[in-house]
C-alpha cells in the first residue's frame, strides 16, 4: 500500500487549500483514512478521519467545520478541503490508512500506512 500526499503550499490567512491522497496497491473501500498534521516542535496531531465504505466523518474540534474530508471511489483518492485558513494551520500534513479499520480513530497508532507529507503554510 502507498499514500501519495499533494496538494500543499503557501496560502493567505482566509484561503483556501485542498490536498489530495492517492492510494495505491490497494483498494480501500473497508478502510479508514486519516489526516493528521504536524507543526515544528509540535507532536503529529489529528486532523480528520472518514470511513471510505460508510462515507461517516471525524473531525478534530478546533477545525470548526472549516475542513471537510471526502473520497472519491473511482480515483482511490481522500480529500482534505481547507476552509478559512488560518496561520496556525501551518504544518506538514500527513494522510493515513487504517486497513480494514471500522472504528475511526485520532490516534496515530490506530493507522497502518502513512503518506510522506505536504507542507501547509499559512501567511496572516
Known amino acids: 500500500v502507498q499514500l501519495q500526499a499533494f496538494g500543499g503550499g503557501l496560502a493567505q490567512a482566509g484561503g483556501s487549500l485542498r490536498l489530495s491522497c492517492v492510494v495505491s496497491?490497494?483498494?480501500?473501500?473497508?478502510?479508514?483514512m486519516g489526516w493528521f498534521r504536524q507543526a515544528p516542535g509540535k507532536e503529529r496531531e489529528f486532523v480528520a478521519a472518514i470511513a471510505w465504505g460508510r462515507g461517516s466523518t471525524l473531525y478534530e474540534n478546533s477545525i470548526e467545520g472549516r475542513f471537510t474530508i471526502s473520497r472519491d471511489n473511482a480515483e482511490n483518492t481522500v480529500y482534505l478541503q481547507m476552509n478559512s485558513l488560518k496561520p496556525e494551520d501551518t504544518a506538514v500534513y500527513y494522510c493515513?490508512?487504517?486497513?480494514?479499520?471500522?472504528?475511526?480513530?485520532?490516534?496515530?497508532?490506530?493507522?497502518?500506512?502513512w503518506g510522506q507529507g505536504t507542507q501547509v503554510t499559512v501567511s496572516s
Open positions: 496497491g490497494r483498494t480501500v473501500s473497508r478502510d479508514i
Open positions: 493515513a490508512a487504517d486497513v480494514d479499520g471500522f472504528f475511526m480513530s485520532r490516534g496515530i497508532e490506530a493507522y497502518d500506512y
